[in-house]
Antibody
């Protein structure tokens, strides 16, 4: 059974960079069948796909966020990460990591990130 | 981006009722559509993928249909644990996009 768990700061200041990690257990993130993604949810914008990364490190980003987002793998720790730069209040949301490329069968429990000074 | 439009935005129903939720894509997505259920404070849970394939462990009262631009999620006999918000998501192209959700409430 695959298990995903997000970790990171709950409060970040405007203009700063958010760093979140998703730790994966139950499978290797570099297994050739695995793709990983980040999705966020805010009351105003609903569910928003941020981007995905393949087992080999190929990335796919939402064009609306591409200039501010980086997703990467750390195979030594079996986790993957999300960085979002130049934060504003509009980035306040629950952030979820998930497994999949076309649809998302396994999700982390989510972490609330609030952007505020 | 492909826009996903769900209707209704909310529905009031009783236990045992048949509930139908629709999702329309702004362009042809073949059967590249998934449905999720989300309960308060929880992550979304995958119910159906490729428009009509039931995810392992999902009760058979859930079913999905459609292709092209018009899709339907049906709950044949609503159970107490089914009161939740349901989302569709297209998997035809990047960026992946979701509908705004349909909240199934107790009548």
């Amino acid at each position: 059974q695959l298990h995903l768990h997000e970790s990171g700061p709950g409060l970040v200041k405007p203009s700063e960079t958010l760093s979140l990690i998703c730790n994966v257990s139950g499978d290797s993130i570099s297994d050739t069948t695995n793709y990983w993604g980040w999705i966020r949810q805010s009351p105003g914008k609903g569910l928003e796909w941020i981007g995905s990364i393949s087992y080999s490190g190929n990335t796919y980003y939402n064009p609306a966020l591409r200039s501010r987002v980086t997703i990467s793998l750390d195979t030594s720790k079996n986790d993957f990460s999300l960085k979002v730069r130049s934060l504003s209040a509009a980035d306040t949301a629950f952030y979820y990591c998930a497994n999949g490329l076309y649809n998302y069968g396994y999700w982390g429990q989510g972490t609330l990130v609030t952007v505020s000074s | 981006d492909i826009q996903m439009t769900q209707s209704p935005s909310s529905v009031s129903a009783s236990v045992g009722d048949r509930v139908t939720i629709t999702c329309r894509a702004s362009q042809d997505i073949s059967t590249w559509l998934a449905w999720y259920q989300q309960k308060p404070g929880k992550a979304p849970m995958l119910l159906i993928y490729t428009a009509s394939t039931l995810q392992n462990g999902v009760p058979s009262r859930f079913s999905g249909s459609g292709s092209g631009t018009d899709f339907t999620l049906t709950i044949s006999s609503l159970q107490p644990e089914d009161f939740a918000t349901y989302y569709c998501q297209q998997a035809s192209s990047f960026p992946r996009t979701f509908g705004r959700g349909t909240k199934v409430e107790i009548k």
